[in-house]
């Protein structure tokens, strides 16, 4: 976050700073704690407002994916894959909930 933005503005930015999508926020979807390191990542749901993404200056590669394609062996944050498998599972479900966790130190692969 920067001074002076909300979380949720946060989220805008950085998606579009690392995405270059435009993203419009819909709800908070996680809060994912990670004690051994410090940090606590919030984790929002939205939509899209265009349909194009692209790397930005802080990623390598930027793709969408169907859910069943999801690459989990090449994602680069191990909270980040936690997030989605929740997401996975919700979607599945047809249900979100708002997740809350304390991660431990190793994630399973």
Same mark, same amino acid.
């Given at each position: 976050?920067?001074?002076?933005?909300?979380?949720?503005?946060?989220?805008?930015?950085?998606?579009?700073?690392?995405?270059? +999508?435009?993203?419009?926020?819909?709800?908070?979807?996680?809060?994912?704690?990670?004690? *051994?390191? /410090? $940090?606590?990542?919030?984790?929002?749901? /939205?939509?899209?407002?265009?349909?194009?993404?692209?790397?930005?200056?802080?990623?390598?590669?930027?793709?969408?994916?169907?859910?069943?394609?999801?690459?989990?062996?090449?994602? +680069?944050?191990?909270?980040?894959?936690?997030?989605?498998?929740?997401?996975?599972?919700?979607?599945?479900? /047809?249900?979100? $909930?708002? *997740?809350? +966790?304390?991660?431990?130190?190793?994630?399973?692969?």
């Amino acid at each position: 976050m920067e001074i002076g933005e909300s979380t949720e503005q946060a989220a805008v930015r950085e998606t579009k700073e690392e995405a270059q +999508a435009d993203v419009e926020i819909t709800a908070l979807y996680a809060v994912l704690s990670l004690p *051994h390191i /410090g $940090q606590v990542y919030l984790v929002f749901r /939205g939509r899209m407002l265009t349909p194009t993404c692209e790397a930005g200056s802080e990623s390598l590669e930027v793709r969408l994916f169907p859910l069943s394609a999801i690459p989990w062996d090449k994602m +680069a944050f191990p909270v980040v894959s936690e997030a989605l498998r929740r997401y996975v599972d919700d979607a599945t479900n /047809g249900r979100f $909930q708002l *997740h809350l +966790a304390s991660l431990p130190d190793r994630l399973p692969s």
